[in-house]
């Protein structure tokens, strides 16, 4: 199959399970809304140009900002996640590494610590950003900052989680000049 089935499938999957399944899902101890969209930007191709990235990444937010009725949220948490995020990988990669051989982000391209704060560091970027753009106003700071942390957390897990149940077969480019 190619990149680009493989990837307007993801598109797909990703915007109906956040939509239909988790959205669906009360806020959990007030503080807990669980996002898990946002994982299709991580696992969008290394070599894929960060204009073109963070393209994808608006039109990603902008079309789940159709479904839920929030107007430029999600768009706007997307666009900052996908134009961050090459540079999250040229700090947790050295680009003469053999990673840079496999096609997309994975536990196995780029083993699981290095991936684990990948998906750390972009999750809490986007929780932190959606969360400020929800409230844009501080009346308990210490209700925002737990709200964002927790937030974090169960979307770092149902990242985690998605990774090792959805096994990404990962195709080793041999042509690396």
């Not at 109906?16 to 930007?41: D, G």
């Amino acid at each position: 199959m190619s990149n680009l089935v493989k990837n307007i499938i993801r598109f797909i999957l990703f915007i109906l399970v956040q939509v239909y399944v988790l959205n669906k899902i009360p806020p959990l101890h007030r503080f807990i809304t669980p996002y898990l969209y946002f994982i299709f930007i991580l696992w969008l191709p290394f070599n894929m140009p960060r204009l073109t990235l963070t393209f994808v990444g608006f039109i990603y937010g902008l079309t789940l900002d159709y479904f839920t009725h929030t107007p430029g949220l999600h768009a706007a948490a997307c666009t900052l996640v996908a134009y961050a995020r090459p540079f999250v990988i040229n700090i947790l990669i050295a680009r003469e590494s053999t990673e840079f051989n496999y096609v997309e982000p994975s536990i196995t391209a780029m083993g699981f610590t290095p991936y684990s704060v990948y998906i750390l560091i972009l999750a809490f970027l986007h929780n932190g950003y959606v969360v400020f753009l929800e409230w844009l106003r501080f009346p308990d700071i210490w209700y925002f900052i737990g709200k964002i942390f927790a937030t974090t957390g169960i979307s770092f897990l149902l990242a985690l989680i998605t990774e090792m149940l959805f096994y990404r077969k990962q195709r080793f480019r041999t042509n690396t000049a």
